[in-house]
């Protein structure tokens, strides 16, 4: 259980990863007006704060790796709390923004946060 829980934490920063590249650095190109559904005048004017929620994602990327080689109980510790943040924001954003969200965001750190728990 617990290597299943580690791998679903791993593949959850991957996402918030791939998350930090679409928003920074390709939120105003082809492929991340395809991936956010958004027009180029739009794309282009809200560029700043993509990129800002981009950062976001990275910091949340990066606190699930630092969970993953930290020792315990810190490791524990530092997952419960960024996959909650994560839950939080995707429920959040699937309120505000696009259902979608919960989907791509909460559902899989949801997910993670319970097999954590259970290994735990």
Known sequence: ???????LVALVALIHAYFLVLEMFLWDTARGRKVFAT?????????????????????????????????DPVAYQAQIFFLG???????????????????????????ALALVLLAG
């Open 39 to 71: 027009t180029p005048a739009f794309s282009r004017e809200s560029a700043p704060l993509a990129a800002n929620q981009g950062l976001y994602n990275g910091f949340m990327a990066a606190g699930l790796v630092w969970s993953l080689i930290a020792g």
């Open 85 to 111: 943040c994560l839950i939080v924001a995707g429920v959040y954003g699937a309120a505000t923004v696009n259902r979608k969200i919960l989907l791509v965001q909460a559902v899989p750190a949801a997910a």
């Open 1 to 7: 259980m617990h290597i299943a829980a580690q791998a």
